[in-house]
C-alpha cells in the first residue's frame, strides 16, 4: 500500500476498529490480526493502539482487564453505546461518500 492508501486507511480505520469491536469484544492484537486477515498487512500494531486509546478517551469503548496465561492482564475493548451511535453516524457517511464516489467514477470513465 502507497503512502497516500495508507493516509486513505487511516481516515477509516475508526469505523473499522469500531464495527470489529461491536461484533465481538477484542483486544488490540486480535483486531489488528483481523485487519491483516483482512488484506490491511501494512497495519502496525502501534497504530491500533494508538487508536483503542484515543477511542476509548471518547467514550466510544469500555475497557475490560482479562487475566492473561502469558503475563500482565490484557485489555479487552467492548463498544459503549455512544460508540455504536459513533459507528452507526461512520456507516452513514461512508455509504453517502461511496455513493457518490461511484458516481464520480462512472461518469468520469464514460469516455473512456
Avoid at 51 to 70: M, T, W
Amino acid at each position: 500500500m502507497g503512502k497516500q492508501d495508507t493516509e486513505m486507511l487511516k481516515g477509516v480505520l475508526e469505523g473499522m476498529v469500531l464495527a470489529v469491536v461491536a461484533s465481538t469484544p477484542s483486544h488490540g492484537a486480535d483486531i489488528t490480526a483481523w485487519l491483516r486477515d483482512q488484506g490491511f498487512s501494512d497495519i502496525a500494531e502501534g497504530t491500533v493502539y494508538a487508536l483503542l486509546v484515543r477511542v476509548e478517551q471518547r467514550g466510544l469503548v469500555d475497557v475490560e482487564k482479562v487475566p492473561s496465561e502469558k503475563g500482565p492482564p490484557r485489555k479487552v475493548y467492548s463498544i459503549t453505546d455512544l460508540g455504536r451511535d459513533r459507528l452507526t453516524e461512520f456507516w452513514r457517511t461512508w455509504s453517502f461518500l461511496a455513493e457518490r464516489l461511484e458516481q464520480l467514477r462512472t461518469q468520469t470513465t464514460q469516455g473512456n
